[in-house]
């Protein structure tokens, strides 16, 4: 199965270990990291462990995590993927470059995911877990038609959890 997502102004293809370089520079970033990671560093290490990850979920259970580009190939706008949400399911997330702020990017790549989790990949559900302060990332759950269903503490402050089904 192709695992490369296409949308009207994104291509969002699995990560691999050349891309090692360009996420540790992506995810270093404080704007970026804020609410992904509650602020921390991610360590050169990690991060190629998250790689690892996800080149062995997407060989076997066909989702992971997808490095998110402008369609002429040029431009990175961040990631998407599909990680697991405690025992719950698989969880929606994204990061975006400062430079893709606002410009409907993380809904777009958030929707590509959701509906191929949805669609081809046939999950019952996709979750999201979202800081309360996270104006901007409740907006994009809300317009991929997610539902809250719970309300849980996080290291800066609660999370709303939310869940869409097919």
Not at 52 to 80: I, M, N, P
Not at 127 to 156: H, I
Request: charged fraction near 20%.
């Amino acid at each position: 199965m192709d695992h490369v997502l296409m949308t009207e102004r994104l291509i969002l293809r699995p990560v691999t270990v050349a891309d090692h370089a360009e996420l540790v520079a992506h995810w270093t970033g404080p704007d970026v990291r804020r609410f992904l990671f509650d602020g921390a560093v991610l360590s050169p290490a990690e991060i190629s462990e998250v790689i690892e990850d996800s080149v062995r979920d997407f060989a076997a259970a066909g989702h992971g995590l997808w490095l998110v580009r402008q369609k002429d190939g040029t431009a990175l706008v961040g990631t998407a993927g599909l990680r697991p949400l405690e025992e719950l399911g698989l969880e929606v997330f994204y990061s975006l470059e400062p430079a893709a702020f606002g410009k409907g990017y993380a809904t777009e790549a958030a929707r590509a995911v959701v509906e191929y989790a949805l669609g081809p990949l046939g999950l019952p559900e996709v979750l999201a877990e979202v800081d309360q302060g996270n104006a901007a990332s409740v907006a994009v759950v809300e317009r991929l038609g997610m539902t809250p269903f719970a309300v849980v503490p996080g290291l800066l402050g609660p999370m709303t959890r939310y869940r869409r089904t097919p």
